[in-house]
């Protein structure tokens, strides 16, 4: 059974940074695409950012130029480094595997970002 462990996140003013991680357990971690998801409330979970197995990244329109996507194989750990925040950067933001064709792991709990003054 994989799971996906999120953290780092926090209250932050805007402006501000925050690094989210994630790291995978029960699974083989470098042959896979990972992916930063989030979730605001009364909205759908969207995609943030991806990484690919070999380290290709895409972002979000809503972040490109603030958030960057990282990845460290012998870890088993996805990073999300988010800079000049803002306030509608807010949601739960959760890790999972970034395939075509793949089915999600089961999500984990996620990690809050709450950007405020």
């Known amino acids: 059974q994989v799971q996906l462990v999120e953290s780092g996140g926090g209250l932050v003013q805007p402006g501000g940074s925050l690094r989210l991680s994630c790291t995978v357990f029960g699974s083989i971690f470098s042959a896979y695409g990972m992916a930063w998801y989030r979730q605001a409330p009364g909205k759908q979970r969207e995609f943030v950012a991806g990484?690919?197995?070999?380290?290709?990244?895409t972002y979000a329109d809503s972040v490109k130029g603030r958030f960057t996507i990282s990845r460290d194989n012998a870890k088993k750990t996805v990073y999300l480094q988010m800079n000049t925040l803002k306030p509608e950067d807010t949601a739960v933001y959760y890790c999972n595997v970034y395939e075509p064709h793949f089915s999600p792991w089961p999500w984990g709990q996620g990690t809050q970002v709450t950007v405020s003054s």
């Open positions: 990484i690919g197995n070999r380290s290709a990244t």
